[in-house]
């Protein structure tokens, strides 16, 4: 990664503009072209340094719900639960974590009234118990890390 | 189109533009054009649309999502605080402003299991940059928080956007 790469993470965080050549615009303010820059994002996306290049939905704005879910999963059993978890559409991240509850995962449905089906079916899958701790309350949401 | 003329195709265009961006924007030079191309509609309109989505929230905004890891960030701490619900609320807001809070929910209790029942996103390039942010969270709840705990990420399991079914 260079100097380049970096300014395209840190200025691609803070907005990428609506209009017929957002690349093209971008481009100039960063002073190369818009060949380079699309070749740039892509590779950027292609080898894991970017997980996501597109709009942010706030699913909640739109009538659905995010909800984090929270699983003690036994250690020798972690990859085939998690292979389970990650198989359904509505699974958007799951993390492993340091704690008795190791399994953290956020489901991301169209409608509320989805989420206790889907915990449900976790729950059939694997066997385990499943918690649900939906958003009450959202204080803060911007997650931009200097590159 | 105006918002308001027929808003039943306007959901459903929103809707369009939301399946055809959701896995992310075409690397073309003209994204919005190539999006307008797969679903059907003028360009003119994808943009207008975008931008209404835009601006009542229902797009944060538009951009690029890099990897916690790939930017040395490897210290990501999930923080949960057991705080007095009758200032939870005021709290929240005060530790979501704080340097290197990224996310800051407020979210139920499962006890005897769980009783924390805030929680807030912590990223560091190591453990003692995470743990010096959450000193900080500490003074700012101050009495209010009976206990706390920090659930370091090991491994990401999976992490994609959203994703919305096939059916209208």
């Known amino acids: ?147 | 189109m105006n918002d308001t003329a027929n808003p039943g195709i306007v959901a459903q265009i929103d809707r369009e533009i939301v399946r055809a961006t959701q896995a992310g924007l075409p690397l073309v030079p003209r994204p919005y054009h190539a999006v307008a191309d797969v679903i059907g509609v003028a360009p003119e309109l994808v943009i207008a649309r975008i931008e209404a989505m835009l601006r009542d929230g229902r797009i944060r905004r538009i951009g690029v999502v890099p990897n916690h890891y790939a930017l040395g960030y490897i210290a990501n701490g999930m923080s949960v605080w057991d705080v007095d619900d009758a200032r939870v609320d005021a709290l929240g807001a005060k530790v979501g402003a704080q340097d290197g809070v990224s996310h800051c929910y407020r979210r139920p209790r499962r006890l005897p299991q769980w009783r924390y029942n805030l929680f807030a996103m912590v990223h560091g390039r190591d453990r003692a940059q995470v743990e010096a942010k959450l000193v900080v969270v500490a003074e700012v709840l101050g009495d209010a928080v009976r206990a706390h705990d920090v659930l370091y990420s090991t491994r990401i399991l999976k992490k994609t956007g959203l994703r919305l079914g096939p059916s209208a």
């Open chain 1, 1 to 147: 990664m260079d100097d380049l790469d970096r300014r395209i993470i840190n200025t691609l965080q803070d907005g990428f503009p609506v209009c017929e050549q957002p690349f093209c615009a971008i481009a100039a303010e960063l002073g190369t072209t818009e060949d380079e820059l699309i070749a740039r994002v892509d590779r950027l996306l292609a080898d894991g340094t970017l997980t996501r290049f597109g709009p942010l939905f706030q699913v909640e704005r739109m009538g659905g719900a995010f909800t984090l879910a929270a699983m003690a999963v036994p250690e020798a059993r972690l990859d085939e639960v998690a292979a389970a978890v990650n198989a359904l559409p509505a699974v958007a991240h799951n993390y492993q974590r340091e704690h008795a509850l190791n399994m953290w995962f956020v489901l991301a449905t169209e409608t509320p009234e989805e989420v206790s089906a889907i915990i449900h079916a976790v729950e059939q899958a694997t066997g385990l118990p499943v918690l649900a701790f939906p958003k009450e309350r959202q204080y803060f949401v911007e997650l931009k890390l200097r590159a």
